[in-house]
Nanobody, 115 residues
């Protein structure tokens, strides 16, 4: 089992920045890919960014050039640096981990970008 706890959400003005963190605990040696997913009200979760244990990254089209995903394996923590935030980035951001045959989700953190 893997437990994920997100932090760093909040209210920010358009054009501002936030940094999300996701701390992993439990069977962390089983984790391969980690990622951030976004859910707007009434919408499905969609990929924001992901990173493999080897450092290969993938980004959703709407965040390319603005967001940067990284992970510190020694601290078992995933990060998402969010710059040039837009009102349409408003929603709940979830951390996800894959590994050991399981899919694990955090509880989510809310980001509100005001115009």
């Amino acid at each position: 089992q893997v437990r994920l706890v997100e932090s760093g959400g909040g209210l920010v003005q358009a054009g501002g920045s936030l940094r999300l963190s996701c701390a992993a605990s439990g069977s962390i040696l089983d984790i391969n890919t980690m990622g951030w997913y976004y859910q707007a009200p009434t919408n499905q979760r969609e990929l924001v960014a992901s990173i493999t244990s080897g450092g290969t990254t993938r980004y959703g089209d709407s965040v390319k050039g603005r967001f940067t995903i990284s992970r510190d394996n020694a601290k078992s923590t995933l990060y998402l640096q969010m710059n040039s935030l837009k009102p349409e980035d408003t929603g709940v951001y979830y951390c996800r981990a894959l590994g050991g045959g399981g899919v694990y989700w955090g509880q989510g953190t809310v980001i509100t970008v005001s115009s």
